[in-house]
Structures are given as structure tokens and as C-alpha cells.
């Protein structure tokens, strides 16, 4: 401390760079103005040109943080709220005041003790993580064969896919990383579990059953003899002048167990006939060994009323008859539409 002059006091301050400050202080301020006149006169001393320059916002911002880290030494003890005042005694000898800063932010990584100076400091989560994953890598590398994984498989890319979880991988040993994941045991755990399921409904499905092995019925191949012998005759009813086919089919060769069998086609169900023509439809006759005949006919509505579509197989002669007639247009028109 300099003197004491009427009210205000001049104290002499020690700045970081090592300097020394003159600030003019009154007795009567708080702690925190007393610290920020210290500051301001140590902060033009180290640099008088960047103090002129600075706005009122970074004042503002420099000052609060002044009364978060800035404290003031005197004779090797920290100068506190409490004992502030004593600098202003009458009886005090000249002293210096030294401003100090606290340190606040991060960790220092690079100078903690273990590790190597400009390395970076210690290793991160995230380092620990990919040496952790490397070291397992290597560890399935000497222990699991690949050729026996039924889950790995190599695309024609020649990248590596894991079916289970459906991931591509550049190569074997990314791959082998990925069995030892979480994904991949839970998938592990998931099929496993899924299987015991299946293992246990199967064999509650087989209590009280017998199973035997039943081999498939041969696939016997006839050789067909051609096609049967038919005629076709058209007329007319005398008495509703409907339109009449009759169909007379001669199978000598067929066998006794056996009766032709008859159907109607459309021309959207064939393929024999290319472009197809709705206006035609094919009426079909099969019966073995003879081949499957069919015949074109308008495609028109059917009398499908009592005598109007007969069918008969005579055993005897070996002859199918089947007799069919066209629908009138003026029943057609005056028959009711189905509810």
C-alpha cells in the first residue's frame, strides 16, 4: 500500500504477465467492485491498446466472469470478503497485492500422470471401445471357422452378408466382429428359442400317432391310340325351332371301368386357338387310352331345361351321346334375371 489520500487508496498490483498496476480504490466498495478495480487496472497495465478497444458487451462479460475466478493475494494469503477491509487500516504497511485467476473448464488430458507428453492424453471411451471390439476380433479369428457358419454368405459383389441379421460386411474379419455383437447373439438366442418352440409342438402333435412312410403313388403313362370316331348332326325342334347338336363318339378300345367325361371351355381357357374368339366356346370329350377331343360352338346360352341336355353311355356298343340345345333369343329375352 502507497498512502492514504482522503478517501480513495492506492494500491499496488501485481498483474499475471508480472507487472505492476497502480489501482485507486475507496474504502467503501463492496468485495466484488474492489476485485473488479484491481482487474481493470492489472488488465490496462498487460494491455493498455485491447482495453480501448473493447466493447461494452465483452466489458459486461469479462467482468462477471471476474467475480467468478479473480481473487486477490497480499503477503501469501488470499484477501476474502471478510478481511478485505484490513488493507484500508491506517496502521497497514506497504504492501502488494497479487491478482490470480482460478482455473475453471475441462480436465487437462494431455498433462495427467500415465500419459505420454503431445500423445493426447489418455484414451478415450471411445478408443477403449474400437480396441475392445479389435481385440475380440482377433480372438474369432482364431477360433471360429468360417466354412461352418451357416449364416455367412458371400454375394457376387464380394462382400460378406449375414443372413440372420441381413448386414453387409466388407470383409471376414468385420464379419467376425459382427458374430460377437449384441445383434447377432440376439438373433442367435431368438432362432434358437424359435426352434425349441417348434421341437416341442411337433412332438405334442405326434402323441398317440403312428407314423409310417407312405411312398407317392407311380405316375402311370398311358400311351393314347388316337382319336375316337364321332359324328356330329345339327336340326332343328319342329316345335320352338330351337337350334339342336347332337354328338355321337365311338370308343371300341376303351376300358370296361372307365366313361367318357365331357366339359365346356371358354376361348380364354384354351390355347390352341391364338388370337381367342369369345365368340366361340369348345365342348371337350375325354376317355382313356383315346385322346381328348374338343369341337367348336357358338358361344351361346344353353336350354339347360328337362330333355333339352341329354347324355347316355351305351356299355354295349361302346357309344356316347350327348344331344344340347340352344336357348331361343325371345326366351332368352323374356327369362327373368336371377335374384
Known amino acids: 500500500m502507497i498512502g492514504q489520500e482522503h478517501r480513495n487508496v492506492t494500491i499496488l498490483v501485481e498483474t499475471p504477465r508480472g507487472r505492476t498496476a497502480a489501482a485507486s480504490v475507496s474504502p467503501s466498495l463492496p468485495y466484488e467492485s474492489f476485485v473488479e478495480h484491481v482487474w481493470e487496472a492489472a488488465m490496462k497495465r498487460d ?54 485467476l482460478r482455473l475453471r473448464g475441462g480436465i487437462d488430458r494431455q498433462n495427467r500422470v500415465g500419459s505420454k507428453f503431445g500423445g493426447g492424453g489418455v484414451s478415450s471411451t471411445q478408443n477403449a471401445e474400437r480396441e475392445r471390439k479389435e481385440r475380440l476380433k482377433q480372438l474369432a479369428l482364431e477360433s471360429i471357422e468360417l466354412s461352418k457358419d451357416p ?29 460377437q455383437g449384441k445383434k447377432h447373439q440376439a438373433g442367435l438366442a431368438k432362432r434358437a ?7 416341442k409342438e411337433l412332438g405334442q402333435a405326434l402323441i398317440g400317432q403312428v407314423v409310417t412312410q407312405i411312398k407317392p403313388a407311380a405316375v402311370v403313362r398311358k400311351v393314347r391310340i388316337g382319336r375316337p370316331a364321332y359324328q356330329v348332326y345339327k336340326s332343328r325342334d319342329p316345335e320352338t325351332n330351337q337350334r339342336c347338336l347332337s354328338f355321337e363318339l365311338n370308343y371300341p378300345e376303351i376300358d370296361s371301368d372307365v366313361q367318357p367325361r365331357h366339359r365346356f371351355m371358354s376361348a380364354y381357357e384354351q390355347r390352341v386357338d391364338t ?34 341336355f341329354v347324355t347316355h353311355w351305351d356299355s354295349e356298343d361302346k357309344k356316347f351321346i350327348l344331344t344340347l340345345y340352344f336357348m331361343d333369343p325371345e326366351d332368352e329375352k323374356a327369362e327373368p334375371e336371377p335374384k
Request: charged share 30%; glycine share 4%; aromatic share 10%.
Open 275 to 308: 388370337p381367342p374368339d369369345r365368340r366361340f366356346q369348345y365342348l371337350l370329350f375325354a376317355a382313356d387310352p383315346y385322346e381328348t377331343v374338343a369341337f367348336k360352338i357358338p358361344n351361346e346360352p344353353i336350354d339347360k331345361g328337362e330333355g333339352r
Open 151 to 179: 449364416y455367412l454368405m458371400k454375394n457376387h459383389l464380394g462382400t460378406y452378408e449375414c443372413k440372420l441379421c441381413l448386414t453387409l460386411h466388407t470383409n471376414e474379419a468385420n464379419y467376425l466382429a459382427h458374430t
Open 193 to 199: 428359442h424359435m426352434e425349441k418352440l417348434r421341437e
Open 47 to 100: 494491455s493498455p491498446l485491447d482495453t480501448r478497444k473493447r466493447s461494452r458487451i465483452d466489458e459486461d462479460y469479462k467482468r462477471r466472469n471476474v467475480r467468478r475466478n479473480a481473487f486477490a493475494v497480499c503477503d501469501g494469503k488470499v484477501v476474502s470478503r471478510d478481511n478485505f477491509h484490513s488493507l484500508f487500516s491506517r496502521n497497514a504497511q506497504m504492501q502488494t497485492v497479487s491478482l490470480r
